[in-house]
């Protein structure tokens, strides 16, 4: 069974662009990966500009011409579109309530703003928290909340 993600990033007018990842959405697995390797803008909007995903990986680009769904590279993510040759896989952009309207079936929601990855577990209505906070390797400061986007805050 999959554990459903979306991948989020603010953007300058206050929406969000939004990839889907299927695999490994919990924070263990897609959060600690987006930490580790998606850490900057320009890399989440890399990582973003492929559209939706079989799984998260810590690369994007293969090493080989031979990456595919069917002879996947070890460590490289696994886009629908690149590497399994689906159509409208894009990412979309959403404001930030359209966004929460369709979520249905998805389990975690990860947003990158102000150089900070935040997640929301979609079934438990706990609100958004700093992804760092679920993973022992990290540590997280009172400081760190202060980049809680405000319309995160309902």
């Known amino acids: 069974m999959s554990t459903r993600s979306n991948i989020g ?16 959405g919990y924070p ?11 850490n900057t803008p320009e890399r989440v909007s890399e990582l973003l500009s492929f559209g939706d995903m079989s799984y998260l990986a810590l690369e994007i ?6 990456h595919s769904f069917d002879n996947p590279e070890k460590g490289v993510t696994m886009f629908y579109g690149r590497d399994r040759g689906e159509s409208d896989t894009d990412a979309k952009v959403y404001t930030m309530d359209e966004w929460q309207q369709n979520i249905s079936c998805i ?8 150089g900070r990855w935040f997640v929301k577990n979609t079934y438990d209505n706990a609100g958004w ?26």
């Open 61 to 66: 680009h293969p090493q080989s011409d031979y």
């Open 9 to 24: 990033m603010m953007l300058p007018d206050g929406n969000i662009k939004v990839a889907y990842c299927h695999y490994d």
């Open 107 to 114: 389990d975690y929601i990860y947003l990158f703003s102000a």
């Open 28 to 38: 263990e697995g897609v959060g600690e990966i987006l930490l580790e390797s998606y």
């Open 129 to 154: 928290d700093l992804v760092a906070s679920f993973l022992p390797a990290y540590s997280v400061s009172a400081e760190d909340y202060k980049f809680l986007p405000q319309s995160l805050t309902y």
